[in-house]
Every structure is written in structure tokens, then in C-alpha cells.
């Protein structure tokens, strides 16, 4: 099986407030903002740079 086109679902699990505006910024980036949103997208290695900062915030599961 191809890696490429592998969905993954994120899940935001913590709240952004009193975060830095970076990461902030990338919650918004993935389509999150609430807590308990979640959102599909392809898993690409952007994606991953963006999960990977703010992974503290976000639970991520394959689809």
C-alpha cells in the first residue's frame, strides 16, 4: 500500500488560549479552534511539520 493520499483525522483536545500566536496560528492553519473539532485532511509532510507543533494540542488518528 502507497503512502501517499493516507488520510488522518485531528482532533483538537486543548484550548489555544494563553498559547503563542504561532501555534495559534497553525490551529487555525488546520481548520481547529474549538476544542473537541475535528478535522480530515491528507496526511502530507506539511501537514506533519504543522501536527508536530502543535501535537502538545491535537490527538491524530488514521482514517
Not at 482532533?11 to 490551529?27: D, E, L
Amino acid at each position: 500500500m502507497g503512502n501517499h493520499m493516507a488520510k488522518v483525522q485531528i482532533t483538537q483536545i486543548r484550548s489555544i488560549i494563553k498559547r503563542p500566536k504561532n501555534q495559534k496560528a497553525t490551529i487555525a492553519a488546520l481548520g481547529l479552534g474549538k476544542i473537541n473539532k475535528t478535522v480530515e485532511k491528507e496526511n502530507t509532510p506539511q501537514l506533519q511539520g504543522m501536527i508536530n507543533k502543535v501535537s502538545h494540542l491535537v490527538k491524530v488518528q488514521d482514517v
